[in-house]
């Protein structure tokens, strides 16, 4: 059992806690056993398991983690690697995977300076339940591979196709191969979601919390939209319109 925080695999893993960290190193942490769960389901390359002898008795029993190297660690150690108030006990080492091409005309959703991370969460678990195409995390947005991102997320971004991209170059490329860039917009330039016609493949940008969508963005995209909304309310979150957008567009195709 390894109960050192100064054994090589634990200060490996408690640097996959920052961003830095998860770049330099190609890969990332995730906790609990649903998430676990998810990755060996999705065929997710997990380099390694690190869980106490308790979490790995309460393991589900269709969870088969033989074919992993697999540690086990202190209920100290658990605590020093979790992120969350109550450790779940299990953690997973998972290498970021190579984004597949996006340009098939599958609808994407794309993210401008999105930056709370159970919002980013939340919009993968929802452009993968619509079965999108692929989520673009602009500059400025918060990391895919944060902790509370992908706890919020679920697991989907196992089964969508996500990375993070310099929009300035995106999508103007996306715009070259067919796309009609969409962007979420309140001002009197917008057109009602109920009145736009989608004659084409389409990619969805979403804003800032704060400040929406970047007017250069604005500028560069084919429309702009909104969400027809009753007296008194000003916006939305922007979760809540991006599963909005994507359920509107989905029954426009």
């Not at 634990?10 to 942490?29: D, E």
Request: hydrophobic share 40%; glycine share 6%.
């Amino acid at each position: 059992m390894i109960s050192s925080k100064q054994n090589p695999l634990i200060k490996a893993a408690k640097k996959l806690t920052s961003r830095k960290g998860r770049r330099q190193a190609q890969a990332y942490l995730i906790e609990g056993p649903h998430l676990l769960e998810m990755a060996v389901q999705s065929q997710q390359l997990i380099k390694l398991i690190l869980v106490t002898a308790a979490a790995q008795r309460s393991l589900p029993d269709n969870l088969d983690i033989s074919a992993y190297t697999v540690e086990e660690i202190s209920p100290d150690l658990a605590d020093y690697l979790s992120q969350t108030p109550t450790t779940q006990a299990v953690f997973a080492v998972v290498a970021m995977k190579t984004p597949q091409p996006i340009f098939d005309q599958a609808p994407l959703l794309i993210l401008d300076q999105v930056q709370d991370p159970g919002n980013v969460g939340t919009l993968i678990r929802t452009a993968a339940a619509f079965n999108y195409g692929g989520l673009v995390l602009g500059k400025g947005s918060v990391d895919l591979y944060n902790e509370k991102t992908l706890r919020s997320a679920q697991g989907s971004h196992f089964y969508l196709n996500c990375y993070q991209a310099d929009l300035d170059e995106l999508l103007p490329q996306l715009q070259a191969q067919g796309y009609q860039l969409v962007a979420s917009n309140l001002d009197d330039h917008a057109t009602s979601i109920n009145d736009l016609n989608l004659d084409q493949a389409w990619a969805i940008i979403l804003g800032n919390e704060g400040q929406g969508v970047s007017q250069d963005f604005i500028d560069m995209a084919d429309s702009q939209a909104y969400i027809p909304m009753g007296p008194g309310a000003e916006s939305l979150n922007v979760a809540v319109a991006g599963g909005i957008f994507m359920q509107h567009f989905n029954n426009l195709d």
